[in-house]
């Protein structure tokens, strides 16, 4: 409201006293004859702080004014017209206080400014260096820094209140900081003043939310602790003192447990000084002046004589001091507590009692003795004053209330003494609870105390009597808080954020996590406590701050102190007052009250803002209209009282209200929306009407206030004491009582939001400088309300529909008896009190209070313009809470339709259908509705509830969850029967209407009902209109012969299971996936019980029609895992199956082709155990056809297999070239004709017979060939390959699988639609990228480019061909592309193949070959892709390149050479680099000898140094580098440099070990020699062409220098899988020259 945007339209144009406007008028006059005056500003006033003569106000835009008696600058300025604080313009002021003569600010960054009085430090400066610094004429900065931080931070203030000679300030935190002079500060120190800001230690780790200062004492609004937060800071050594928050006040006292210290009645350790005798005392009395010669800071019931107790001291030196709360420490100064001359005493700052260190009696049994003594006392007669009137008590006693009150409360002391003697106690490790006085005390002073208690407690003098018994255990348990003496800080964070600087203290209490108002609460307070205004029923003073018990669990909102009593105002609108009531400021009789009291107030009112004066109490209700009404008690004298009397307690003779009264004059005074008292003063804080809003808030606080009110007292009337009733339970029965809980559980719920919500409301009155209306709570917990009313609305029908009100009606008679009249008052009708009804419309009264919230937010919507975001927020809100009224009215009425029902319908035939959530909609009791073939004399009833249909048939009960009932109309045909089809999971049945109208009705409820259980809006179903036919729903099967018995939880269509679901059978099995049509389909994952095994069969993988069909992974019980294709349940197509493990006999892996559950076709079985690998044909899960067989021991076989064994021709060939060729008859039995072949060329031939392995006879012919023919004979010309099966014909089953996941034919897909193939890729990337959200982004990325179909139907030019290698090399590298798929697939049969036990050198040919044959299949597949690429081995034009230079372009194209385009160009750098280890193993092995040969050459010539190994391979000299560079610097070659020429030649060759495909290498090749040429260049004068009879030589050197390992398996590789294209170019003479260079280097002699 205060910013320009969020006002109302028509007040931003409205001049400032429309608003803001502040009324002060003076307390002590009578109410008639009071006119208040107006303060006159030009801009609206937004907030008022009143001193003991002064005020300040604070106006919009953060401007201070001030008016009154302004002593520090000797001014008297009028209230009518307020002078700036010029020093404070630009600070953007937030917060104002005013205290008993000095003022203070808070700027909007936090920080503190004070003027004023600083006679006793309360304005914090301290520049001593000025004699006449009493006085701080102009505001100043206060420095608050946190030094218990590193590194130190500077403090944010929001919050500020200040009393006469001190300040209290509030942190960003919720921590507090206090400065000034006096036990009022809280502080752990014992010496005054305190000038530098401090915090309060005591209440660190508190969330304080607001604090309020009197004359000489400090009220703090803390947040509760919760349970966990007490338990761990509350340890067996350190427990905390005050309010323990885990039990309520009753059990406070089982938790003091026992130690061996002792408090006295202040609340503080009890202690010897010494064990010896100490002398008395001395006291040394001075006098402080105000400068004007008048004595300040005095209080009522204050004398300027020492106490009597300190005269006792003095007489009778024997007796050992005993200091209760602070000792005199040796070797400091001696300086005693000052009285002045109106005998307000003054604590001296160089006073310096420090608390004593010893937390116990040294001596257990003399404190016992003197207990006993205490109690023993007889009464005697004392000269005791009555505590009514103060002035005279402070004649006779001459206490100040800064030390021990010589009158304190009648039975706390002895109550006290009692409890503590015996009973237990909470302790700080030992330590004192701190400095209380400054007055040391001894056990005689407590013995004479303790003696005029007990006589004041036979007399009852001081207290009311009536009161004794309750207050005397709050009294016990008000045990002061242990001081922290320098503890960590505990700051709980708050979910709310820090308060704003801007929010004035009172805004305070907000709930962790939902910034609502918190009303747990707890009230501290400290200081003096002369007139009880502390409330712990006793007159003593506090140093620390100590938790008022009374007020616990009272839901405190807000504090107010007047000078010598204080003021509480709770949630429930209700005030509680102690402290001085001399002139009846407290609103009650009973005076003094040392304990909180309710004020007494007339019916109908409801305060929600308080304040506290001098001798005044200024209340802020709500009356009988919209408009607040003000209620004065207090002092009404005719005269105004000057400031010296100011400070003295009235005369008995004024006249004074004891009852708030209703001051009259308010009515003229608009709505006021704050009250603030100081002094003799009051002001109020007014807003004018402007077209109803601010009647609109006030009126929607109003209500919420009032309706707090009432569910406050409906909980304290009606639902606690039938809680706690014993009897509730068996009248109720079990389900009634459950539900009767769970009623009161909402109700109470609801009750604290409203509660929380009205605190809010009232909050937001009282600030007027952050008022926005979309900051309504309303608004901005809109989900939060809504809930909650739902819940409560809920769980009254679900008592109701179960007909809990009857029984709660006789119980709430039996219960309440006398107060049934008070019953009747909240019921708020005017109906008798006769029935279960009655309590029914009382617990539904709540939901009339949506319509208000909807009606007002209207109402305060229509103050703005349609434009403005205030107005979307309210009519937002409006519509939302005016729907959820109209919805709670409907389901009010279904649920006393329900109870209607079940009442009139009872019995045990429908008792088990008897809910509490289930509502009736519609029934057929009137036969409106039967089945198709129904028959004339059956009786069949139908009842449709919110959630189930059930058909009745005698007493047959079918039910239909309606979560998976489809309803269908059925058109009007010849026959004329008004029908609607249902349809259910296991049956479908039609009805049969009596008449359109009924089935019109049927159909609408059908489908609403529907709608609303599976969480539609349920609203505007036509007759025509279904409920939606996919869903999702859980169901579990009956009859369904394949889901009998089966959970289902998943989606639907139309009454099948369709969609992503699980499903889960009694027997342990368990699907989860996709359905359709009612059949498993699409991707699941099943569990199958396995009874043979401990482990069940697991499944991952594709489905189609309810079977296992397409890929997928099955891993048995048994521990076999099968990775491949399925067909109708069974292992068809590629697949891969381990068998067992590594420790097993049977492990084994097989990868091949499968059918119809067997091996069948080419495959590849690695027999683990027997270290064989066969690479053949199967047939039937057996070897046979053509095949090859490796053993671990390099033992090869090549031949055909029958049945599973080697049988018919083969060949076998030993490690050390051994050679048999002939006939076999079983695995390694030779049994016929055969050549055997030594390694030495020896040949034996005839017949064989016997294993391999141990031992042949044969008759034949042994022949030893010549030895010219044996060495032109080549060693490894072996006769193999012809037995083997050939590479075209291996994997075929993985090329089918991949062709179709393409969706085209197994044979090759030459009649597939291409279109349709890549539609299907598209669909296979998005589904997979939408299945597997833990991708990485890279990889997110390359999925989304391959959803994008490429232009494949354009010719391929080389323009584009470029982006089609592009888009291989991202396909490859995804898995979930099909050719990503079939890479992955190659590869890994592949290295099932020659990894291992196939690493075998006699494989290499068919490593090779098989790698060409992946090449060609792949390449037809590309091909069928893209169909624009040319055959293997064409060439790409050129792209058309229409325009003038066209034919400068070709004929450049032409010099340059066209592109030829090949299988192995294209797919080898996409599939050898994943080939690569077990194709180059293989060649390494191959070349074993000939590398041996070259690398002991290698080794042998690198031994020389460069030149010398130059001439020695016949370079000429010319060529010789005679410099060389080593990091830039120039050297000269000599003849002992080795690795010095030719360098970079040499690490460009040394590369070649890096690349996996040939182009890759042959391109270092020739790198290398452009570097040769390179380095040659300089040493040769002009152009010259390499000849080879120059070149060879200098290759050789580079070869040499360069040390490649394995050369010659690098120079096969390129030789066999090159570039036919590149066999007879430039690259291909290179290679030539580096495969000369590795011949020579074997034949080269080293000698």
């Known amino acids: 409201m205060e910013k320009q945007e969020g006002r109302p339209a028509d007040e931003r144009v409205l001049q400032a006293p429309d608003r803001g406007l502040v009324h002060v008028w003076p307390s002590g006059g009578g109410t008639e004859q009071l006119f208040p005056d107006k303060v006159l500003l030009s801009r609206p006033v937004v907030q008022v702080s009143l001193g003991e003569h002064h005020g300040v106000l604070l106006a919009q835009g953060g401007q201070v004014f001030s008016f009154g008696e302004l002593s520090w600058r000797g001014l008297s300025v009028p209230v009518s017209a307020p002078v700036l604080e010029a020093s404070l313009l630009g600070r953007t002021v937030v917060h104002v206080a005013a205290g008993g003569f000095h003022c203070g600010a808070i700027s909007e960054q936090g920080s503190v400014y004070m003027w004023g009085e600083n006679t006793a430090g309360q304005c914090g400066q301290n520049d001593r260096a000025s004699v006449t610094n009493i006085t701080v004429s102009e505001p100043c900065p206060v420095a608050m820094v946190d030094s218990e931080v590193v590194p130190p931070v500077v403090v944010r203030v929001v919050g500020l209140a200040c009393g006469r000679e001190h300040s209290l300030a509030l942190s960003d935190h919720n921590e507090l900081w206090a400065w000034g002079s006096g036990c009022q500060l809280g502080l752990v120190t014992n010496i005054f003043p305190v000038w530098k800001p401090q915090k309060v230690e005591h209440l660190a780790g508190r969330h304080v939310i607001q604090v309020a200062c009197g004359a000489y004492h400090s009220l703090a609004l803390v947040?509760?602790?919760?349970?966990?937060?007490?338990?761990?800071?509350?340890?067996?050594?350190?427990?905390?003192?005050?309010?323990?928050?885990?039990?309520?006040?009753?059990?406070?006292?089982?938790?003091?447990?026992?130690?061996?210290?002792?408090?006295?009645?202040?609340?503080?350790?009890?202690?010897?000084?010494?064990?010896?005798?100490?002398?008395?005392?001395?006291?040394?009395?001075?006098?402080?002046?105000?400068?004007?010669?008048?004595?300040?800071?005095?209080?009522?019931?204050?004398?300027?004589?020492?106490?009597?107790?300190?005269?006792?001291?003095?007489?009778?030196?024997?007796?050992?001091?005993?200091?209760?709360?602070?000792?005199?420490?040796?070797?400091?100064?001696?300086?005693?507590?000052?009285?002045?001359?109106?005998?307000?005493?003054?604590?001296?700052?160089?006073?310096?009692?420090?608390?004593?260190?010893?937390?116990?009696?040294?001596?257990?049994?003399?404190?016992?003795?003197?207990?006993?003594?205490?109690?023993?006392?007889?009464?005697?007669?004392?000269?005791?004053?009555?505590?009514?009137?103060?002035?005279?008590?402070?004649?006779?006693?001459?206490?100040?209330?800064?030390?021990?009150?010589?009158?304190?409360?009648?039975?706390?002391?002895?109550?006290?003494?009692?409890?503590?003697?015996?009973?237990?106690?909470?302790?700080?490790?030992?330590?004192?609870?701190?400095?209380?006085?400054?007055?040391?005390?001894?056990?005689?002073?407590?013995?004479?105390?303790?003696?005029?208690?007990?006589?004041?407690?036979?007399?009852?003098?001081?207290?009311?009597?009536?009161?004794?018994?309750?207050?005397?255990?709050?009294?016990?348990?008000?045990?002061?808080?242990?001081?922290?003496?320098?503890?960590?800080?505990?700051?709980?964070?708050?979910?709310?954020?820090?308060?704003?600087?801007?929010?004035?203290?009172?805004?305070?209490?907000?709930?962790?996590?939902?910034?609502?108002?918190?009303?747990?609460?707890?009230?501290?307070?400290?200081?003096?406590?002369?007139?009880?205004?502390?409330?712990?029923?006793d007159q003593l003073a506090r140093l620390q701050p100590l938790c008022i018990k009374s007020l616990t669990g009272k839901e405190v909102i807000k504090v107010a102190a007047g000078s010598h009593h204080s003021l509480a105002l709770t949630a429930q609108c209700q005030v509680y007052s102690w402290g001085s009531n001399m002139c009846g400021q407290l609103g009650h009789l009973n005076s003094p009250v040392t304990l909180p009291q309710h004020a007494k107030l007339s019916d109908g009112l409801r305060v929600w803002d308080v304040s506290a004066g001098q001798s005044h109490s200024l209340l802020l209700a709500d009356g009988d209209c919209v408009q607040p009404v003000l209620l004065y008690c207090g002092q009404q004298s005719e005269k105004p009282q000057s400031r010296s009397s100011g400070h003295s307690s009235p005369s008995r003779a004024e006249s004074y209200a004891v009852r708030p009264s209703l001051l009259p004059f308010c009515i003229e005074m608009n709505y006021i929306s704050s009250v603030c008292s100081g002094g003799q003063t009051c002001a109020a804080l007014t807003d004018q009407n402007v077209m109803g809003f601010i009647a609109a808030i006030h009126e929607l606080a109003s209500r919420e206030r009032r309706f707090s009110c009432w569910m406050s007292d409906v909980r304290k009337v009606l639902i606690s004491p039938l809680r706690k009733k014993e009897a509730a339970c068996q009248m109720l029965g079990e389900p009634c009582t459950q539900l009767f809980f769970a009623l009161c559980e909402s109700f109470i719920h609801l009750s604290k939001l409203v509660g929380r919500h009205a605190t809010s409301l009232s909050y937001f009155l009282q600030n007027a400088q952050s008022r926005d209306v979309t900051s309504f709570p309303l608004l901005t917990h809109t989900e939060l309300f809504l809930e909650t009313y739902k819940k409560f609305c809920s769980a009254v029908g679900d008592f109701e529909v179960m007909g809990g009100f009857q029984s709660l009606h006789k119980l709430s008679l039996e219960c309440l008896g006398s107060r049934q009249a008070v019953l009747s008052q909240l019921r708020g009708s005017d109906q008798p009190v006769g029935g279960e009804f009655d309590l029914v419309s009382m617990f539904y009264q709540p939901l009339q209070q949506l319509h208000h919230y909807s009606r007002l937010l209207l109402k305060m919507s229509a103050c703005y313009d349609v434009l403005t975001l205030e107005y979307q927020s309210l009519q937002q809100g409006c519509s939302h809470y005016e729907s959820l009224s109209l919805s709670l009215l409907r389901k009010r009425k279904q649920a006393e339709a329900t109870q209607l029902f079940w009442k009139t319908h009872s019995g045990k035939a429908t008792e088990n259908l008897r809910l509490p959530q289930r509502r009736l909609l519609c029934e057929s009791s009137n036969r409106s509705l039967t089945p198709l073939s129904a028959g004339r004399f059956s009786n069949h009833w139908f009842i449709l509830f919110n959630d189930v249909l059930v058909h009745t048939q005698f007493s047959t009960h079918h039910v239909y969850p309606l979560t998976c009932l489809w309803v269908k109309p059925i058109t009007e045909d010849r026959t004329g029967l008004y029908a609607i089809k249902i349809i259910c999971p296991e049956e479908s049945f039609t009805l049969v209407a009596s008449t359109p109208e009924e089935k019109n009705k049927w159909l609408r409820s059908l489908n609403q009902a529907v709608d609303q259980v599976l969480g539609g809006a349920a609203q505007g179903s036509s007759p025509g209109v279904t409920a939606a036919v996919c869903r999702t729903a859980s169901y579990k099967f009956v009859a369904d012969e394949r889901f009998k018995d089966a959970q289902y939880a998943g989606g639907w269509l139309a009454g099948r299971v369709h969609g992503r679901g699980t499903m889960k059978w009694p027997d342990g099995r368990l699907y989860k996936g996709n359905f359709k049509n009612g059949l498993e389909d699409g991707y699941g994952e099943c569990v199958i019980p396995n009874k043979a095994q401990d482990k069940p069969d697991t499944y991952q993988g594709q489905w189609k029609e309810g079977r296992i069909h397409g890929f997928g992974k099955y891993k048995y019980g048994s521990g076999e895992v099968y990775e491949g294709c399925f067909c109708d349940g069974q292992r068809h197509g590629y697949g891969m199956l381990s068998s067992g493990k590594l420790a097993r006999t049977t492990s084994s892996v097989f990868i091949g082709h499968w059918v119809q559950d067997k091996k069948t076709g080419y495959g590849v079985h690695d027999d683990i155990m027997r270290g064989e690998k066969y690479m053949g044909f199967w047939l039937d899960d057996q070897r046979h056809g053509s095949g090859v067989v490796v053993t671990q021991y390099g033992v090869y076989f090549e031949g055909s297999f029958k049945e599973n064994k080697m049988s018919g021709s083969g060949l076998l060939v030993s490690d050390d070239n051994t050679v048999f060729q002939g006939e076999f008859s079983d695995d390694w039995t030779i049994n016929g004709k055969g050549v055997l072949t030594l390694a030495n060329g020896d040949c034996l031939d005839g017949l064989f017979s016997g294993e391999w392995r141990t031992g042949l006879k044969v008759v034949g012919t042994y022949v030893k060939p010549t030895l010219d023919g044996y060495e032109g004979k080549e060693k490894n010309d072996l006769p193999l390959g012809q037995h083997v099966v050939p590479a075209a014909q291996r994997w075929i089953c993985a090329f089918d699988e991949c062709w179709s996941r393409l969706g085209c034919d197994a044979n090759g897909g030459g009649g597939g639609d291409r279109t349709a193939a890549w539609e299907n890729i598209a669909v296979t990337i998005t589904a997979a990228r939408r299945q597997s959200p833990d991708l990485s982004k890279s990889h997110t990325k390359v999925l989304e480019s391959l959803e994008f179909i490429p232009q494949y139907g354009e010719p391929v030019t080389t323009a584009n061909y470029d982006n089609i290698r592009r888009y291989l090399t991202k396909a490859c590298e995804t898995p979930h592309h099909p050719l990503g798929w079939l890479v992955e697939t190659l590869v890994t049969a592949y290295r099932m193949t020659y990894v291992g036990v196939g690493s075998n050198r006699r494989l290499l040919p068919q490593a090779v070959q098989e790698?060409?044959?992946?090449?060609?299949?792949?390449?037809?597949?590309?091909?069928?892709?893209?169909?624009?690429?040319?055959?293997?081995?064409?060439?790409?034009?050129?792209?058309?390149?229409?325009?003038?230079?066209?034919?400068?372009?070709?004929?450049?194209?032409?010099?340059?050479?066209?592109?030829?385009?090949?299988?192995?160009?294209?797919?080898?750098?996409?599939?050898?680099?994943?080939?690569?280890?077990?194709?180059?193993?293989?060649?390494?092995?191959?070349?074993?000898?000939?590398?041996?040969?070259?690398?002991?050459?290698?080794?042998?010539?690198?031994?020389?140094?460069?030149?010398?190994?130059?001439?020695?391979?016949?370079?000429?000299?010319?060529?010789?580098?005679?410099?060389?560079?080593?990091?830039?610097?120039?050297?000269?070659?000599?003849?002992?440099?080795?690795?010095?020429?030719?360098?970079?030649?040499?690490?460009?060759?040394?590369?070649?070990?890096?690349?996996?495909?040939?182009?890759?290498?042959?391109?270092?090749?020739?790198?290398?020699?452009?570097?040769?040429?390179?380095?040659?260049?300089?040493?040769?004068?002009?152009?010259?062409?390499?000849?080879?009879?120059?070149?060879?030589?200098?290759?050789?050197?580079?070869?040499?220098?360069?040390?490649?390992?394995?050369?010659?398996?690098?120079?096969?590789?390129?030789?066999?899988?090159?570039?036919?294209?590149?066999?007879?170019?430039?690259?291909?003479?290179?290679?030539?020259?580096?495969?000369?260079?590795?011949?020579?280097?074997?034949?080269?002699?080293?000698?």
């Open 1411 to 1647: 790698l060409q044959a992946y090449l060609t299949h792949f390449y037809s597949v590309i091909r069928f892709l893209f169909p624009g690429l040319p055959d293997d081995g064409g060439v790409i034009p050129d792209a058309p390149d229409p325009g003038p230079f066209k034919s400068r372009r070709s004929s450049s194209r032409a010099e340059q050479g066209v592109l030829v385009v090949s299988c192995s160009s294209l797919l080898l750098p996409l599939l050898l680099p994943r080939l690569y280890p077990p194709l180059f193993t293989l060649y390494c092995l191959q070349q074993e000898q000939e590398e041996a040969l070259y690398w002991e050459r290698v080794l042998r010539l690198n031994k020389q140094p460069d030149q010398s190994l130059l001439s020695f391979l016949g370079v000429q000299e010319k060529f010789w580098p005679h410099w060389m560079s080593i990091l830039g610097e120039k050297k000269q070659i000599v003849s002992s440099s080795k690795d010095a020429c030719f360098v970079s030649a040499v690490e460009t060759l040394q590369q070649i070990s890096t690349t996996f495909t040939p182009s890759d290498k042959l391109m270092v090749i020739q790198r290398t020699f452009e570097e040769l040429t390179l380095e040659v260049k300089p040493l040769l004068a002009g152009d010259f062409l390499w000849c080879m009879d120059d070149l060879f030589p200098l290759f050789l050197y580079v070869v040499l220098r360069a040390r490649v390992r394995n050369l010659g398996a690098e120079v096969c590789l390129i030789e066999d899988l090159m570039d036919p294209n590149l066999q007879h170019g430039e690259m291909g003479l290179m290679f030539t020259t580096l495969k000369a260079c590795f011949i020579q280097i074997q034949q080269e002699s080293t000698t």
């Open 223 to 537: 947040r509760s602790l919760p349970a966990q937060d007490f338990s761990a800071q509350s340890t067996p050594k350190t427990r905390e003192r005050g309010r323990s928050p885990q039990c309520p006040v009753a059990d406070r006292e089982e938790l003091v447990t026992t130690d061996d210290a002792h408090y006295c009645p202040l609340g503080v350790e009890l202690s010897e000084v010494m064990r010896s005798e100490t002398p008395s005392r001395r006291r040394v009395s001075r006098q402080r002046l105000h400068p004007a010669g008048m004595s300040s800071g005095s209080s009522p019931g204050s004398g300027a004589s020492l106490s009597s107790f300190s005269d006792d001291s003095r007489s009778n030196p024997k007796q050992r001091n005993l200091p209760a709360c602070s000792r005199l420490e040796p070797g400091e100064n001696r300086t005693e507590c000052v009285s002045q001359t109106d005998g307000s005493p003054k604590a001296n700052p160089a006073a310096d009692w420090a608390a004593t260190k010893d937390s116990a009696f040294s001596d257990d049994l003399e404190l016992q003795s003197i207990l006993e003594k205490l109690s023993g006392q007889t009464s005697e007669s004392q000269d005791v004053t009555a505590t009514g009137d103060t002035d005279s008590m402070s004649s006779h006693t001459g206490s100040d209330d800064s030390y021990i009150s010589s009158t304190p409360s009648s039975d706390l002391l002895t109550s006290s003494y009692k409890d503590d003697s015996a009973c237990k106690r909470q302790t700080n490790n030992g330590r004192a609870s701190g400095p209380l006085s400054s007055s040391p005390v001894c056990l005689e002073e407590i013995r004479l105390c303790l003696e005029k208690e007990k006589q004041a407690l036979l007399s009852s003098s001081l207290t009311n009597i009536h009161q004794k018994g309750n207050a005397a255990a709050g009294r016990r348990l008000s045990l002061p808080g242990t001081p922290t003496h320098g503890s960590p800080r505990r700051r709980r964070p708050c979910a709310c954020g820090p308060v704003s600087a801007g929010q004035a203290p009172s805004a305070g209490p907000l709930e962790a996590g939902d910034e609502l108002p918190s009303l747990e609460t707890e009230v501290w307070s400290w200081g003096r406590g002369s007139e009880g205004q502390l409330g712990h029923g």
